[in-house]
């Protein structure tokens, strides 16, 4: 009897402490903003399906959607896992990849060649940007998020600098007359566009899978999970979620986030090479600016927190946001015609999505 | 060896703080130097009329300062409630009303508070709930209402809230406000109320100075060190100068007669608000604000409503935001409605910054030093680009770069500062302790 008055009295505490509606175990399990959004997601298909909209078309296109932001969400993990929050300095990763871009296309490469040269030259730019990068947000412990977020904005702004004045020749990225590079720099040009979307890539139902990139992604996700089963990667996930323990037993935390936070550098630049080529044009000067905010929201929406954060999260997420966004455009646009409607609800969503994680971080204490 | 230390400890700091405003000092005279096409009347002109544009929101930054809330990034939102009520005006006057320019204003200021106050308060919530990580908080906040803002703007105008769809403001299909609206009446109209020459008002505002310097020194504490003596004669001296050179060229009738008439009416505005930020710090509210910036435990353990004082600091600089962002736009003369808010907290948090703010401590001297600094780069920059490298983007591009800079490096030291601080006084390991 007073076995059960306990339990009783401790779900009384649970439900009293957490806010109403989140007793149910599911929405538990799989978190409020997920179950919303993807109740959300369901209710557009569901009107784009009753305003005929041609479902195949929309759904190759969340496919190729979802694979190109992929590995830009999944950037975020190990810097979560280790403790310095989701990745509001993925920009830094961004540019690297831009940079090896440009080089590549600089020196003449071509097709496949120059996407497997890109690759290599924007992990080694982003491992040596992800090494300062770490030193500097150990130095900072406690605002990782703000000074992440500025040093992300403050190096798009100065390579903003470096693209105008870089000694490029190529026609293929300079204006045609004047100094300087291209905002945007068209891969068709140096046959690099699709090229891993085509892979292998074939229709079923008329919908288009790419599998290429579909596979590049998945294969990244798997080569992260791996790294977080190998000694180095339980180190990082010890020491972001309990420092103290972990440092008592004599984990090197700041090393640990050094190497997470290259990890995710790196898979910020590899991502970019992803997405370009699946659109088929980069961006340079600001295009980078407010990249790391979708991708942030991304990985929220899957069910991440600012502390917690797996690769299950990075696919649902990813899909759920990219899948919304993706079929929300044509279906707001039959409704509401001339409006902006599905940039407006991108913007709240993607800003939502994270206040609310914020009001979720603990440690800020009074 | 603890003392050097403790000196070091406590100069470094101080050099860093100041850093800023030097790098900018020193980059305005290289402008000169650099450029020859740029006449010292003409930057004054481009230089004081960006002043009074400005210097009132720069101000609204200063109380969640001192309420330890840091940079409020946040009031964009105030910029925006500002915007709504503009539009609210401009549409109700065009189509009922037909006010003159001084009323409109007046109705702007009067309608925008209710506005602002209660987006002010529900920002001020959501700070407390994100206690600790305030600064990227309000960074998003401010996009995100951005997309509540497009929403009432862009969809609901016209689809749910019933508006003329002949009216110049709205969209020529009905749904949604235009791109760009039109100030009418409202423009110049705080700025015409009242002009006075250049020089007479930089006379009058140096005397009045000079006469706060030294009532103040009178007034104030008994046994000043050396530091306060060489800062008061600086002081001083700068006024007098200032007074001196004023009366020489209105004597001498030189070039810079020529700089732009001074709108008395914004300067009178602002220096209110200057006098009120002062005034409320020494009210019981201000003790408030300022124990509470200082360490909230101890502010709850005596007594003080922590999130209450919070609050109200965000709802002030919200308000003062949204009033800012009137006397700013009136003077535009245009309102750019999807983008007239979007840079105006990142420039206002880094003007405060290099007037040599810092997260935990602005002053009003600051907020306007900061803004005089900040604008002079602003007017500069793309001259030395032109002149330095032949490009005048390239100078757009690095005062981006510098706006950016300044605020990450702001933040990068002071954060640093902390933790190496909180590192000097308390072991490790007695902090965990101290928490279990």
Known sequence: ?366 | MKKAKYILSKQMPYLADNIVPIIFIAFTLLGFVLTTNVPFNFFLSELSSRFYRNAFIVLSLVIPVIAGLGLNFGIVIGAMSGQLAIIIVRYLSIEYLHLSGFWELVFCLVLSLPIAAFIGFLTGKLYNKTRGQEMIASLIVGFFANGVYQFILLFATGIIIPVRSSHPMIKPDGVGVRMTVDMGELHYSLQNILKVPFLWAVLLVSVLLLALVISRHLMGKKGHNKDNRVIFFTKVGLSAVLIIYSVFAIVTKSKITSVKDVPAATIIIIGLLCLFTELIMKTKLGQDFRSVGQSQHIAESNGINVDKTRIIAVIMSTVLAAWGQIIYLQDMGTLNVYGAHTQIGMFSVAALLVGGASVHKATVSQALIGTILFNSMFIMSPEIGKAAFGNALLGEYFRTFMVYGIIGMALGIYVWNANRKARITLDPVEVHTQDN
Not at chain 1, 41 to 48: R, W
Not at chain 1, 96 to 119: K, P, Q, Y
Request: hydrophobic fraction near 50%; charge should be positive; include cysteine.
């Open chain 1, 1 to 366: 009897m007073s076995k059960n008055n306990d339990i009783q009295s401790n779900n009384d505490i649970q439900s009293n402490t957490i806010k109403k509606g989140l007793e149910i175990p599911i929405v538990k399990s799989i978190g409020l903003p997920t179950l919303i959004i993807a109740a959300f997601f369901i209710l557009v298909m569901t009107t784009a399906a009753i305003l005929k909209q041609s479902l195949p078309i929309l759904i190759s296109d969340i496919l190729r959607r979802f694979g190109m932001n992929g590995v830009l969400v999944l950037a975020m993990v190990p810097a979560i896992k280790s403790g310095t929050g989701p990745n509001f300095a993925l920009p830094l990763g961004i540019i690297c990849g831009l940079l090896a871009w440009t080089i590549g296309i600089e020196m003449g490469f071509i097709g496949i060649t120059l996407i497997l040269l890109t690759v290599v030259m924007a992990t080694v730019f982003a491992a040596v940007t992800g090494y300062f990068y770490g030193k500097l947000l150990n130095a900072v412990k406690g605002a990782e998020m703000t000074i992440a977020t500025y040093t992300g904005f403050s190096t798009v702004a100065l390579m903003s600098l470096v693209w105008l004045m870089a000694p490029f020749k190529s026609k293929q990225m300079g204006w045609m007359m004047g100094e300087g590079l291209r905002e945007t720099i068209k891969l068709d040009g140096v046959e690099a566009g699709q090229i891993i979307n085509n892979f292998l890539s074939f229709e079923i139902f008329e919908v288009k899978i790419p599998t290429g990139l579909l596979l590049t992604f998945f294969a990244f996700c798997f080569l992260v999970w791996i790294f977080f089963r190998t000694k180095t990667g339980i180190a990082i996930i010890a020491g972001g979620s309990n420092p103290e323990f972990a440092a008592a037993s004599g984990i090197d935390i700041d090393k640990n986030r050094l190497i997470a936070n290259i990890l995710s550098t790196v898979l910020g630049a590899i991502g970019i090479i992803l997405y370009s080529q699946s659109y088929g044009f980069f961006q340079l000067y600001s295009g980078p600016l407010m990249m790391a905010f979708p991708a942030v929201a991304g990985v929220l929406i899957g069910g991440a927190t600012a502390s917690k954060a797996n690769i299950s999260h990075v696919i649902i997420g990813t899909f759920l946001f990219q899948g919304l966004l993706t079929a929300s455009m044509p279906v707001a646009n039959q409704l509401f015609e001339g409006t902006d409607l599905s940039e407006i609800m991108r913007v709240v969503l993607q800003n939502g999505i994270i206040l609310y994680a914020l009001t979720q971080v603990k440690g800020g204490g009074k």
